[in-house]
């Protein structure tokens, strides 16, 4: 049944006629309901957790794990407890596109540079506060061995991208933007939520740290930050990927330029960079 409201709930009812039993007899399943409520919003999320509304969340507010893990200890301890936390890892990435319609970007030193620029285990311990699986450049893939099973992880980051911002100021320079001088400003576009607006905040000050290159950020809904990806209104875009099976190919098909989006010709596509490389596509 679905309910609206403030709100919105989802609940699944019982089946009365179900037939199976556990080994002890008892009649499956064992609770008459469960309710879903769908709220976006983390905090509200959190508060509705801390006010006993809901049982279970799927994720903490960044600003408040260490609040919620370190700070209450004792009730993870307790027997029986009364928190519990599980980490899973998920079958998901997270990365910024280019806008490959940009003639800046469009020079790979560039597109680089701004690779050799940041700390991502700065980003990793400081903003996500550990909540990850793994972290550095393993490629679009999500680096999960037991589950890719055959696909060279390692290899990847072997000619990934560490952080090294001399390599970075050298790159950049040798594009034609020493110390980022004449490059411009980069428009950063995010989905919001407090996640996404730290990771960018913290990504705009290691670029201008690191390039003497600005960047604004700017955040909206999902549907205006897909579209304006389309449109190529914005230079970089937050972006990720959930896999809708156990497979590299459905990450990496994502940057196939037979993937790229054509509004005028109404083609559908995921390559919203618009990337494009024979070598990649073979």
């Known amino acids: 049944k679905y309910l609206t409201g403030d709100v919105p709930q989802i609940i699944l009812s019982k089946n009365t006629e179900y037939y199976e039993k556990d080994d002890k007899g008892n009649s499956l399943p064992y609770v008459d309901s469960i309710q879903f409520f769908i709220q976006n919003r983390k905090l509200e999320q959190l508060d509705m957790f801390e006010?006993?509304?809901?049982?279970?969340?799927?994720?903490?507010?960044?600003?408040?794990?260490?609040?919620?893990?370190?700070?209450?200890?004792?009730?993870?301890?307790?027997?029986?407890?009364k928190l519990m936390l599980n980490k899973n890892a998920l079958l998901q990435t997270h990365y910024y596109l280019f806008n490959m319609e940009d003639p800046r970007f469009q020079n790979i030193k560039v597109r680089q540079a701004f690779n050799y620029a940041i700390d991502r285990e700065r980003i990793?311990?400081?903003?996500?506060?550990?909540?990850?699986?793994?972290?550095?450049?393993?490629?679009?893939v999500p680096p999960l061995p037991s589950i890719f099973r055959g696909y060279e992880f390692q290899q990847v980051r072997n000619i990934g991208y560490d952080y090294n911002p001399e390599k970075a100021r050298k790159l950049l320079a040798e594009a034609g933007y020493p110390n980022g001088k004449d490059f411009g400003t980069v428009n950063l576009r995010f989905r919001i939520d407090d996640i996404n607006a730290a990771v960018s905040d913290e990504f705009s000050q290691q670029i201008l740290q690191v390039l003497g290159i600005n960047v604004n950020i700017d955040g909206s809904?999902?549907?205006?930050?897909?579209?304006?990806?389309?449109?190529?209104?914005?230079?970089?875009?937050?972006?990720?990927?959930?896999a809708d099976y156990p497979n590299p190919e459905n990450f990496l098909a994502n940057f196939q330029s037979s993937n790229k989006p054509d509004k005028e010709t109404n083609a559908q596509g995921l390559n919203y960079a618009k990337y494009v490389n024979p070598q990649f596509d073979n």
């Not at 006993?52 to 407890?81: C, H, W, Y």
């Not at 311990?125 to 679009?140: A, P, S, T, W």
């Open 51 to 81: 006010n006993k509304q809901i049982d279970m969340i799927l994720a903490l507010p960044t600003s408040k794990i260490t609040k919620m893990v370190e700070g209450r200890l004792s009730d993870f301890n307790s027997t029986p407890p």
């Open 124 to 140: 990793g311990r400081d903003i996500l506060k550990n909540q990850y699986d793994e972290l550095g450049f393993f490629g679009v």
């Open 221 to 242: 809904n999902f549907e205006q930050l897909t579209s304006d990806a389309i449109e190529s209104n914005g230079d970089l875009f937050k972006s990720s990927w959930i």
